[in-house]
């Protein structure tokens, strides 16, 4: 459910105010942040035994990072452990954190190792996903394009179209499914 007016006026007054507030130090923590707790409505049409809704979503106004839970404090639990571990990889990148109340950026994962294979993506997405588009980055997997328990479907039409198991690639990778779907095909090439 989209936020109303008065909710988005009263978010971003929020964020102008912890703004405000965080000139006064140069380490934030979870509570310098605007923070926006909302009750959402759980759809038994979405149920599936691999998500998991939630009544409540915490999250950081006008950043990306959010928790949820089937209470307010369980989403600002999750809230947290999120925002712990959002500052300990930009740290970890040497990255400054987000100041209090500015836009968070949308960052996308890397695309390199997708692009060396770009026809075969291309491709893979036509005939195994069924698609005629998809964004895919290096870190997208076959799970991202089903709710099924598990990727059998997806590893049988991988070898009917190719010719490849990739059952045993357990993150079911798509840049490692794709790498291993290009090295059979250079070899299949070098040997005749």
């Known amino acids: 459910m989209p936020l109303t007016r008065t909710t988005r006026f009263k ?3 929020a964020a102008f105010w912890k703004r405000c507030l965080s000139f006064s130090k140069n380490d934030w923590e ?10 959402q409505k759980i759809d038994p049409a979405l149920s599936s035994p691999r998500f998991t809704q939630h009544r409540y979503s915490a999250y ?5 990072v959010a928790g949820g839970g089937d209470t307010p404090e369980e989403a600002m639990s999750d809230l947290e452990n999120r925002f712990q571990s959002v500052k300990s990889e930009w740290k970890r990148q040497e990255r400054p954190l987000l100041r209090p109340g500015m836009t ?13 294979n770009q026809d075969l993506s291309e491709d893979f997405i036509q005939r195994v996903l069924n698609l005629d588009w998809a964004w895919i980055s290096d870190e997208s997997s076959l799970w991202d394009f ?8 997806f590893h049988a039409k ?10 045993d690639i357990k993150s079911a990778n ?6 291993r779907i290009a090295a059979k095909r250079t070899n299949s090439n070098s040997v005749r």
């Not at 968070?104 to 060396?116: C, D, K, L, Q, T």
């Not at 089903?146 to 479907?153: F, I, P, S």
């Not at 798509?174 to 790498?179: A, K």
Request: proline residues 4%; aromatic residues 8%.
């Open 146 to 153: 089903h709710a099924d328990e598990t990727n059998e479907l």
């Open 174 to 179: 798509l840049s490692e499914i794709l790498d």
């Open 158 to 167: 991988i070898m009917e179209v190719y010719g490849v198991d990739v059952s």
């Open 11 to 13: 978010n971003q007054i």
């Open 30 to 39: 979870l509570s310098d942040y605007p923070i926006a707790i909302r009750e």
């Open 104 to 116: 968070g950026p949308v960052e996308f994962a890397s695309r390199e190792r997708v692009a060396v």
């Open 60 to 64: 950081i106004v006008n950043w990306a």
